[in-house]
Each structure stands twice: as structure tokens, then as C-alpha cells.
């Protein structure tokens, strides 16, 4: 049986690292990610497979819904507050949206990724 406490700790780090800068939850080489928001098919330095484990479809709507709508409460908020000309809100907006989105949609996606591999013992 694995030490439970250090495979923990390791996991945390590596989710963030595997989600915000692509690394390998293996060996933590670079490029776990072909897309925004779409694992490459295998790890370059490794061999490790991401594809086959990738989460896709409805599970996906999850994360987005509820971000989506934190999003909307967050722009109606904004526009209570502050009242930016509309240039200014597409702009923001246009950068925030898809940002927050990807962002969401990587953690997701690498903490079942991760979580995928743990079970399968092929971390
Ligand atoms: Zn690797």
C-alpha cells in the first residue's frame, strides 16, 4: 500500500502544474496539452497516454454551466457597480470568458486525467 500522505501532496502540486502549465503527471515534461483545452495524445518524454483517458461530453457541461453562470452574476455585478461603455465590457469580457473557461475546463480535465491514471496505477 502507497503512502497515502505523500501521494496527496504530489497530487495537488501536479494537478495545478498539469492544468496550468501542460506538464506530464509522470514524468513532468512539457506538452500535455495539443489544444486549450484538449490533452495531447501521449506524453513526448514519457510515452504516457492522455487521449484515452481524456473526460469528453456531457460530463464537460458540469464545469462550464456552473462557470458560466458565475460568470453572468459576476458581469451583472460589474455593471452595478461600475458602468464601463459597451467597447470596454466586449473587451473585457472577450479576454475573461474564454479565460476563466479554458482555465475551468483544464483543472477538470486534468484532475480526472489524474485521477484516471491513479487508479489505473500508471502514476
Ligand atoms: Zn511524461
Known amino acids: 500500500m502507497p503512502d ?8 495537488q ?5 498539469t492544468a496550468l502549465f ?6 513532468g515534461a512539457k506538452g500535455a496539452w495539443a489544444g486549450l483545452g484538449a490533452f495531447a495524445e501521449r506524453c513526448g518524454a514519457c510515452g504516457l497516454e ?5 473526460p469528453r461530453g456531457r460530463g464537460m457541461y458540469l464545469v462550464v454551466l456552473p462557470v458560466t453562470v458565475l460568470l ?9 457597480v461600475v458602468q464601463l461603455p459597451v467597447w470596454a465590457l466586449i473587451a473585457l469580457w472577450g479576454v475573461v ?17 489524474m485521477a484516471r491514471l491513479d487508479k489505473e496505477g500508471l502514476l
Open 4 to 11: 497515502g500522505d505523500s501521494q496527496d501532496a504530489k497530487g
Open 13 to 17: 502540486s501536479g494537478l495545478t502544474a
Open 22 to 27: 501542460g506538464l506530464c503527471p509522470r514524468c
Open 50 to 54: 492522455f487521449a484515452p483517458h481524456e
Open 72 to 80: 453572468v452574476l459576476a458581469a451583472l455585478k460589474l455593471d452595478e
Open 97 to 113: 470568458v474564454p479565460l476563466v473557461v479554458t482555465l475551468a475546463l483544464r483543472f477538470a480535465k486534468a484532475a480526472a486525467l
